[in-house]
């Protein structure tokens, strides 16, 4: 069980800035996501920890070490790489035992704690086959079981499901957020998609170019969004960003004027509200704030998404599972005031 800490970690290839002056301490027993688009300097920060990175300059520590120096197969850490990284020529059984067999591990123990892994992943009718010989979502499985057949100090995952259809992502990640709460182990997390990030995560750090723009808990994350970069990242559909102005306490755009924008004026400011704090309402409600055109209209099942047409561009609003308008026909909503956010354009920060 382990702590990870970053001390003003800066990782350069050439002159290029992957990760800058990274500072963050991992809890013991935590579960960390790094989240953030493609090239933010996730796998970057993960590798370094495994060691298969250098940092350019700063203090890498698990617990009390500094491990900057220290090899890879020294650090005591698991990784589950996107790749897989499988043996080709070991069986789905060696594949996983490998860890074990190099620790010595007495064949009786192996062949218990292989089968244990195999079968919490549902692999044990496959012990016998070769990597080739499975689908990719197997071959993801037989990576992960191999990370979790030792108990390491620390598991660091890059994209592990990413390469799963669905279903078994979905299915994948109760099961990787049940063996977390088994097994206690601290883990790094890496991915970009922001429903692994917040359904497992108790910690989310967002990064972007390299730094972290935010860090805290999933539901700090979607509810107190502090940039306009983190507040369109995260939600599922995106939160809306609509561009306007802040003058006398009203916010104002093509189509939109909402009240109860703080004592200050802002020339270029961005509202910021989520779907589902839109409400449709009756055009007659005195809260009404916009009347607009609809766009389109998709039943997801348990509600539906509809898209307004708001200036030139579309304002999602997440409507009941038994809403009937249809395209084209104008549609009364209301803007929950507090939930909603409102950003400086120019420096990107939220201001309210
Ligand atoms: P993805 O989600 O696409 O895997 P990421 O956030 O994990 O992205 P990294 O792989 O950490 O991003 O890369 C961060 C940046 O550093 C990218 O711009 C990448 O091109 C660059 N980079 C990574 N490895 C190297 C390398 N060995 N040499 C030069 N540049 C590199």
Do not use: W
């Not at 500094?66 to 069986?91: C, E, G, I, W």
């Not at 935010?214 to 559909?237: C, H, K, W």
């Not at 939109?256 to 509200?273: E, W, Y």
């Amino acid at each position: 069980m382990a702590s990870v800490r970053f001390d003003n970690v800066t990782k350069k290839f050439g002159e290029f800035v992957a990760v800058a002056n990274f500072n963050i301490e991992i809890r013991d027993k935590e579960f960390l996501v790094l989240l953030g688009p493609s090239g933010c300097g996730k796998t970057t920060t993960m590798r370094m920890v495994a060691g298969l990175e250098e940092a350019t300059s700063g203090d890498i520590y698990i617990d009390a070490d500094r491990v900057n120096d220290v090899l890879p197969k020294y650090r005591d850490v698991a990784m589950v790489f996107q790749s897989y990284a499988l043996y080709p020529h070991l069986t789905v059984e060696d594949n996983i035992g490998y860890p074990l067999k190099i620790r010595k591990v007495p064949p009786e123990e192996y062949t218990r704690r292989v089968a244990e892994v195999a079968r919490r992943v549902e692999l044990e009718t496959m012990l016998k086959r070769l990597p080739k010989e499975l689908s990719g979502g197997q071959r993801q499985r037989v990576a992960l079981a191999r990370a979790i057949v030792r108990t390491p100090r620390v598991f660091l995952m890059d994209e592990p499901l990413s390469n799963l259809d669905a279903k078994l992502r979905t299915q994948m990640r109760a099961e990787l957020k049940h063996l977390q709460h088994e097994l206690q182990v601290t883990t790094i997390y890496v991915t970009h998609d922001q429903i692994e990030a917040m359904t497992l995560a108790h910690r989310v750090a967002v990064m972007n170019k390299g730094v972290i723009e935010q860090l805290g808990t999933p539901r700090e994350i979607y509810n107190d969004p502090r940039t306009l970069f983190v507040a369109g990242f995260i939600g599922s559909p995106s939160m809306n960003l609509i561009p306007g102005e802040v003058k006398d306490g009203v916010f104002a755009s093509a189509g939109l004027r909402v009240g109860g924008a703080g004592p200050f004026n802002i020339p270029r400011a961005v509202l910021g509200v989520r779907p589902e704090d839109i409400h449709v309402a009756s055009a007659e409600d005195p809260d009404t704030n916009l009347v607009a055109p609809i766009y389109s209209v998709e039943l997801t099942g348990e509600n539906t998404l509809v898209s307004l047409q708001l200036g030139g561009q579309l304002l999602a609003v997440r409507a009941d599972k038994n809403f009937s308008g249809q395209i084209d026909q104008r549609v009364a909503v209301r803007i929950a005031r507090d939930r909603m956010f409102l950003f400086d354009a120019e420096t990107e920060r939220r201001v309210d």
